[in-house]
């Protein structure tokens, strides 16, 4: 027996797959590779997002290896943030990894595997498929965090992710393994039908084990721990690459097992997810409000706006419409321009003063104008302040949640907008300093920033204020990604 | 044999593999400890595999195993750049990051 292998649904997943082994052999054998392989990396991730506007144009959904591979709206939505976001990120990575002296061909081969894990990951509807995409996508991530091998800090980044992403992944794969027992199947629409009877109580504990496994991953409270270390060790575009395209992943494998497999014991997995929210929010704001250097900051503050997202999918069991599993979908797309974004401007301004302190970006509205006006609006964009993205970001969680009405949810909601506002000082603060405090001398070498970094900067502001003064852009979306499920 | 004989074993195994990952510090023994526990879920897949006769279980314990494989690749080589730049595996060493 034979299986049915449709091309075109596969596009995406092959020209990623046929860009990595060009890119490794390029890097082998022609001798201007410094230039050519990051120009390559970046022409077949923008040829990957062709097919996935082809199949978006079709409109069937394609249903392969016996419903283990689905390539419908939902999936398409996912493919094209993610490769949106991979392009961004090589964008920023450029100059970066050029100064870097290091090994440039394999970043960008690794970099490139961990989006070929994630476009799989938004198809995938069975268990082992979603274990396989999520180790493509953080095995590669690992060496990523310790690529800059002679500096320990880099060292201890890596080594911090992989123990936790290991750990994670053994803690949830028990859980699936006790999944499988009870289903009897690994594929999401066998364990969807099992969860609709009466399953045994242990069930629950199954699914409590899987689904934190994916919290490590998306790094809530209390799985957190990991990410402000590693986040500040690892070289800052792959800081941008894990806190943007690797978290929003694991929210991705969230949704998926949650919608398509546990939906219907949402006793099990409801009060979980509620908590997770609840102390990633309220955690990640208080300490982010003491931190001195503004990538631990960012660290803490993606912490917070993972609770964020998890609010929706704590409510999403109440929820009739697909209004929680869009607000989902719409805040990691806006989450990912501003944070990009406020990544791309700390890499343009540590570049002249070499260093990621929040005491060094003090008086840089009057020495670098321009980046200090974009700081201001993606840290603004992250307080969710109109008519910035972040406010309807914001909007879609509360319209979920109000859509929900149980207590539970009205209690969650008002957890979370009291976290905003807590969250408005730290963001506010680096804008205070940059605007209303004195410079400090910099005696280092200025290395300007490169025409790629500025383009990266460009896309991201012009997403930012764009959804934010029309937002029915990024809602048409979620609509469509979510119209016939 | 039962079922219950499995996985009861496989719990033990598991919760022997959560120990060590806790209680060892030298960087080897953990990535150890971390196969035991893939082993434990290895060990839960196939027996309901063999139990509910679904060939499914086994499959993906192929590719658990396949993927640890590649997992302590990397987990060996990070541990080996540690021990060049520190002159030791023990991970309480890595401490400069805090806060």
Known sequence: MNPVIDYHALAPEIVLSVTIILCLLVDLFIPDRPRLVPQLASLGVLAAIIPVLTLAVSGTD????????????????????????????????????????????????????????????????????????????????FVLAGWRKHDTKSNEAAIKYFLIGVLSSAVMLYGMSLIFGFANGTKLSVISEYSAG???????????????????????????????????????????????????????????????????????????????????????????????????????????????????????????????????????????????????????????????????FAGLGRVDSVNAVMLSLFMFSLAGIPPLAGWFAKFVIFRAVFDAGTTAAVVLGVIAALNAVVAFFYYSNVVRRMWFDEAPEVVSSPRPASVALTLAIGITVVVVVVVGVYPEVFARLGQLAFASG | MELNQFLILSAFIFAVGVYGVLARRNGVLVLMSVELMLNAVNLNLIAFSAFNQNINGQIFALFIIAVAAAEVGVGLAIILLIYRNLRSPDLDQVEQLKG
């Open chain 1, 198 to 360: 009466s399953p045994p109580a242990l069930f629950a504990v199954a699914i409590f084990l899987t689904i934190v496994g994916f919290a490590f991953k998306v790094s809530a409270v209390p799985f957190h721990f990991w990410a402000p270390d590693t986040y500040e060790g690892a070289p800052l575009p792959v800081t941008a690459f894990l806190s943007v395209a690797s978290k929003a992943a694991g929210f991705v494998a969230l949704l998926t097992i949650i919608r398509f497999g546990f939906f219907n014991s949402s006793d099990s997995w409801q009060p979980l997810i509620w908590v997770l929210a609840a102390a990633s929010m309220t955690f990640g704001n208080l300490a982010a409000l003491r931190q001195t250097n503004i990538v631990r900051m960012l660290a803490y503050s993606s912490i917070a706006q993972g609770g964020f997202i998890l609010v929706p999918l704590a409510v999403a069991g109440d929820v009739s419409g697909p209004s929680a599993w869009e607000a989902v979908l719409v805040y990691l797309m806006i989450y990912a321009a501003m944070n990009l974004g406020a990544f791309a401007v700390v890499m343009a301004v540590s570049r002249r003063t070499h260093s990621t302190e929040i005491s060094s």
């Open chain 1, 62 to 141: 394609v249903s392969m290896f016996g419903g283990a591979f689905v390539v419908d709206n939902y999936a398409l939505a996912f493919d094209g943030l993610f490769l949106v976001v991979a392009y961004i990120t090589l964008l920023v990575s450029f100059d970066e990894i050029a100064d870097g002296d290091y090994y440039g061909g394999e970043y960008y081969v690794l970099l490139l595997t961990s989006v070929l894990g994630m476009v799989m990951m938004a198809s995938s509807r069975d268990l082992v498929s979603i274990f396989i995409a999520l180790e493509t996508i953080s095995i590669p991530t």
